[in-house]
Nanobody, 123 residues
Framework: QVHLVESGGGSVQAGGSLRLSCASS????????MAWFRQAPGKEREGVAL????????YYADSVKGRFTISQDNAKNTVYLQMNSLKPEDTAMYYC????????????????WGQGTQVTVSS
């Protein structure tokens, strides 16, 4: 069982920045995949970024490449999502998830989910 707690959401204007945090109950010295997903009202859950703990490799959805950065702090068992140049279309509930090492950005690959944190970007 992995317990995940997200924080850091909020409201910003377009072009602004936010940093989301996801604290995990599982040590990041172990090898597994941590990812951020988002879901806007009436839309499917979308994978945003992932990081493979233990190795540090990352992957991003095309929609956020060059604007979002995922990183990890092993000492704090925390994954971060730095979001810059935010756009109104980034508005969604953002979820942190944990899955088997080497997972992609499909929600079905992840067994553990946080409660979500809301990000709202106004134009």
């Amino acid at each position: 069982q992995v317990h995940l707690v997200e924080s850091g959401g909020g409201s910003v204007q377009a072009g602004g920045s936010l940093r989301l945090s996801c604290a995990s109950s599982r040590s990041m010295y172990l090898k597994y995949s941590m990812a951020w997903f988002r879901q806007a009202p009436g839309k499917e859950r979308e994978g945003v970024a992932l990081i493979n703990t233990g190795g540090g490799s990352t992957y991003y959805a095309d929609s956020v490449k060059g604007r979002f950065t995922i990183s990890q702090d092993n000492a704090k068992n925390t994954v971060y999502l730095q979001m810059n140049s935010l756009k109104p279309e980034d508005t969604a509930m953002y979820y942190c998830a944990a899955g088997t090492y080497g997972s992609g950005l499909d929600p079905w690959q992840y067994n553990y989910w946080g409660q979500g944190t809301q990000v709202t970007v106004s134009s």
